[in-house]
């Protein structure tokens, strides 16, 4: 588990507090840290596909979802399974966006890495991509049940990949009549293997 609130005990240890009042609220001091304690979760998937802005907004929303739960700073950092309640406020904003916007399934599938995967053609237009992550979107609203229940699927089942791979080929040869070549190997079996006796035998 992350130890992301490790600066904000190493800093609230120099702070000096002068009443019970300012000990239960947010200071400046403690939202500051715990801003920066969230860029622990940075390279989490669809946050690492984020631009630096993106990224400094979803953490002040994170921060401010805390802060609005927890209005009682030291109710908040004392509980149990603090890092836990974190993760959980930091997965259900990834969710709330997706939910919002199918286009923000592009943090978790980026478009050059299907490109580079050759899920999708070079050079589509923002429409193009736009109208592929939708239809991607639609297919996988249909078949799970639930965003969180894909989001855990992306992030534990390995299994997974296979249908959301079929998804994303669906959806490219649908909108723009891609399809995945796969090179023809020939398979040898024990039946057509060459006889290397009657070989060694031939080159006598």
């Not at 950092?77 to 919002?100: C, H, K, R, Y």
């Not at 991509?129 to 049940?145: E, L, S």
Request: proline share 3%.
């Amino acid at each position: 588990m992350r130890k992301i609130l490790l600066s904000i005990l190493l800093l609230l240890s120099a702070v000096a507090m002068t009443n019970c009042s300012q000990k239960a609220k947010w200071n400046h001091k403690q939202k500051q840290a715990l801003r920066e304690a969230l860029r622990e979760y940075r390279d989490m998937i669809y946050l690492q596909d984020l631009t630096e802005p993106e990224f400094v907004i979803f953490t002040d929303g994170v921060a401010f979802d805390i802060e609005e739960a927890y209005p009682v700073y030291t109710t908040f950092i004392e509980m149990p399974g603090v890092n836990d309640t974190v993760d959980m406020f930091v997965v259900s904003t990834i969710v709330e966006q997706l939910n919002a916007d199918a286009h923000n399934m592009r943090h978790i599938f980026p478009y050059r890495y299907l490109v580079s995967q050759g899920i999708l053609p070079d050079k589509l237009t923002h429409e193009q991509q736009r109208d592929f992550y939708r239809c991607f979107a639609q297919k996988v609203n249909g078949y799970y049940n639930t965003v969180e229940e894909f989001f855990v699927a992306v992030l534990n089942d390995t299994s997974s990949q296979s249908q959301i791979s079929k998804f994303q080929r669906e959806c490219a040869n649908d909108l723009f009549n891609w399809v995945i070549e796969v090179d023809e190997v020939d398979i040898i079996t024990p039946e057509n293997q060459p006889n290397n006796a009657s070989q060694n035998n031939d080159k006598k």
